[in-house]
């Protein structure tokens, strides 16, 4: 596609489940990353891979959170053992590479009960 | 510790006014200065600021860095309701990106 898309748009859940949200960067992006935006506030960075490696989760908030981008496309950002904190609306954005401008996705928001 | 300000917070006008909106910022490394429009989720790219004094420019919008003061201002001239949203002021250093909290601007018929 032409633009980074995510998938879902919306998401609903319990506290305490598991959750996997898609992103699907620009073609030829080698650089991704994860934000996640609380009501009121910019985005907070947490995760960016380079091609399939995740050369910086320092943003990760704790371990329930994890990322992967196997194949240096697609990235998965999956949260264990949801919280009702975790509720915000996750971004991700992709680059061609490190450093350029980042184009982002339309976000899933993350609704925990 | 880098940080980056945005002001005001949020701001309210009327079609046809002109704002100004400000980015400050403490960051080592400087690369780069982006500004987002971010109307419901995702941001969308507005301009990136290298150097100084260079005023970037498109349609009714327009922004300038000073690297010496260290900040930047997002300028919009003849405001229309579709400029409602949230303006955000994004710092690249060499090695991530920070953002600030954002302006909201609110543009009223």
């Known amino acids: 596609g032409a633009g980074v898309s995510q998938t879902p748009s919306n998401k609903v859940t319990e506290k305490g489940k598991y959750v996997e949200l898609r992103c699907d960067p620009i073609?030829?992006?080698?650089?991704l990353y994860w934000y996640r935006q609380s009501l009121g506030q910019g985005p907070e960075f947490l995760i960016y891979?380079?091609?399939?490696?995740?050369?910086?989760d320092s943003g990760l908030p704790n371990d329930r959170f994890f990322a992967v981008r196997p194949e240096g496309s697609v990235s998965t950002l999956k949260i264990q053992r949801t919280e009702r904190g975790d509720s915000a609306v996750y971004l991700c954005a992709s680059s061609s590479t490190r450093g350029e401008t980042q184009y982002f996705g339309p976000g899933t928001r993350l609704l925990v009960l | 510790e880098d940080k980056v300000v945005q002001s005001p917070l949020s701001l309210v006008v009327h079609e046809g006014d002109t704002v100004t909106l400000n980015c400050s910022y403490e960051v080592t490394n400087f690369r780069s200065l982006l500004w987002y429009k971010q109307e419901k989720k995702a941001p969308t790219f507005l301009f990136m600021l290298?150097?100084?004094?260079i005023e970037k420019k498109s349609g009714r919008l327009s922004s300038i860095l000073d690297k010496k003061e260290l900040f930047s201002i997002l300028n919009i001239t003849a405001t229309q309701t579709g400029d409602s949203a949230v303006y955000l002021c994004v710092l690249y250093n060499n090695n991530d990106m920070r953002f600030g909290a954002g302006t909201r601007l609110t543009v009223k018929p």
């Open positions: 891979f380079q091609g399939t490696g995740a050369a910086d």
């Open positions: 290298t150097s100084s004094g």
């Open positions: 073609s030829g992006h080698t650089a």
